[in-house]
Each structure stands twice: as C-alpha cells, then as structure tokens.
C-alpha cells in the first residue's frame, strides 16, 4: 500500500492534483477518482477545511501557509509527467503544461499547450484594462452542466485510450 491508501500502480496512473483553494468540483473529483481507483492529492492554503477529507482512502493532503499563489508553487514539484490539474487558475496551468501534465478547469475544459499562451495574453490584456479603469465581465455563475462537463473531461482524461 501507498502512503494514501491505494496499492502502488505500475505503469501510467494518474495523480489527480486539485487546487483546492474555492475549487467548486472537489466532491467529483473525489467520486470520478475513487471509481478508477486513482490517488488525489488536494492542495490548498491553511484558510481551507482539507481536513474533512484527510483519512480517506486514495486521497493525501497538502496544506500550505496562506499567500497569494503558495499552493500553486507547493503543488508544482509534486506533478509528473501525465498526472492532472484541477485548476481555474491560468498561471498554474502554463506551469502544470510545462512539467508534461495536464491541467483540466472546473468547467470541464482541458488547458493545452497550443493555446495556453493566447489565453495568458487575453487575461493579461484584460487585467491592464481593469488597471486603467475598464470594467470588464467576470465568469458566468457555475452551473449544473459545468459540473457534468467537468466531470466527463476527468473521466476522458483518466480513463486509457481505446485499443490498449
């Protein structure tokens, strides 16, 4: 047995990583995960209730000092090649595409390397607007069909290809 619970996986499994800091689909995380019997590593600051989920099997906690972007750097040198990012957050998902993983939004988008930097530089463009005095929209209210797309883009993304 792994240190979280699951026996020790030979070959390609996946961590799934969740930034846990506000992350909306945590519980399906967890449901999608154990039904494939992948680990989850759920990262957040101290400001977060991680504990209600410490002793469960498969999952491993890591929490960090409040700061801006601490359980982005803590997460970052955990990930291998293949492992998956839970994360709204672009930045890390430049960082999470840079170390050969995959970043997944809470909506059910996969993050990739082809467009990555045109999304870092509309949110830039964005925020110099903002910093001018430009208002700009913010996201739509989460949904129930954003649960399910994300659920079906982890499910996709954990499950192997067909034919092997």
């Not at 390609?12 to 590593?41: I, N, Q």
Request: charged share 25%; hydrophobic share 40%; with cysteine.
């Amino acid at each position: 047995m792994s240190s979280n619970g699951y026996a020790q996986y030979s070959g390609t499994m996946s961590t799934v990583f969740v930034d846990a800091d506000a992350c909306p689909v945590t519980r399906e995380v967890l449901a999608v995960a154990r039904s494939r019997r992948a680990p989850v590593t759920l990262v957040g600051n101290e400001s977060q209730n991680l504990a209600r989920h410490a002793g469960r099997p498969g999952v491993e906690i890591v929490q960090v000092p409040a700061g801006r972007d601490s359980a982005d750097f803590a997460m970052v040198p955990l990930l291998a090649p293949g492992d998956i990012v839970v994360t709204a957050d672009l930045g890390l998902a430049a960082m999470v595409l840079g170390r050969g993983a995959r970043a997944l939004s809470p909506r059910g988008r996969e993050y990739t390397p082809a467009t990555i930097d045109a999304e870092l530089a509309v949110r830039h463009a964005e925020q110099r607007f903002r910093r001018a005095g430009g208002r700009t929209r913010g996201p739509t209210a989460f949904a129930e069909e954003d649960r399910e797309h994300f659920r079906s883009g982890l499910e996709r993304l954990l499950d192997p290809p067909r034919g092997t």
